[in-house]
Antibody, heavy 121, light 106 residues
């Protein structure tokens, strides 16, 4: 069974940093690209970032470039998101999602349940 | 950045109705579009990829069509479990989502 489990969310003050993790199982992790997608409370889906199977191709939403860094460790079957200089508008449920392909080109066929990040003083 | 615009924002329908949801891209996305269904408290579920290919386990009442910058998701006969929010997504140039269409009960 394919599983993606996010962790690392919580309450953080504006300007601080947080690192999210996504641990996967049930599939060959390094055969697929993976993404982070977020959803603010009561709002729609927003793509945050994606990374190809071998980390050669990395992309970010225009509004986030420079503050967030995506990475993966294929030996640990894990995906990460380093979030710096957090703002209240970064408050959201952060989902980890698998791409259908090894490159960032196929849509997302499996999703985790998400980890909630709240940025507030 | 490719902007995805979904219409309508809300659709009030009855079980058994035929439902058509629209998604327009700010430029051609060459069939690199997916549709998702999301219910409260759940992650999105992939329905359609490549504009028209149903994902594994998705009922045949869901179908996708379109080309260029204009795409449609059709539910041929709405079932009670289909009341949800639907999102389109382009993956032609990085990734962006539409704002969603909420399908609720009339």
């Amino acid at each position: 069974e394919v599983q993606l489990v996010e962790s690392g969310g919580g309450l953080v003050e504006p300007g601080k940093s947080l690192r999210l993790s996504c641990t996967t199982s049930g599939f060959t992790f390094d055969d697929y690209a993976v993404h982070w997608v977020r959803q603010a409370p009561g709002k729609g889906l927003e793509w945050v970032s994606g990374i190809s199977w071998n980390s050669a191709v990395v992309g970010y939403a225009d509004s986030l470039r420079g503050r967030f860094t995506i990475s993966r460790d294929n030996a640990k079957n894990s995906l990460y998101l380093q979030m710096n200089s957090l703002r209240p508008e970064d408050t959201a449920l952060y989902y980890c999602a698998r791409d259908r392909y090894a490159s960032l080109s196929g849509g997302n066929d499996y999703w985790g349940q998400g980890t909630l990040v709240t940025v507030s003083s | 950045e490719i902007v995805m615009t979904q219409s309508p924002a809300t659709l009030s329908v009855s079980p058994g109705d035929r439902v058509t949801l629209s998604c327009r891209a700010s430029q051609s996305v060459t069939n690199n579009i997916a549709w998702y269904q999301q219910k409260p408290g759940q992650p999105p579920r992939l329905l359609i990829s490549g504009a028209s290919a149903r994902a594994t386990g998705i009922p045949a009442r869901f179908s996708g069509s379109g080309s260029g910058a204009e795409y449609t998701l059709t539910i041929s006969s709405l079932q009670s479990e289909d009341f949800a929010v639907y999102y389109c997504q382009q993956y032609s140039d990085w990734v962006t989502f539409g704002g969603g269409t909420k399908v609720d009960i009339k």
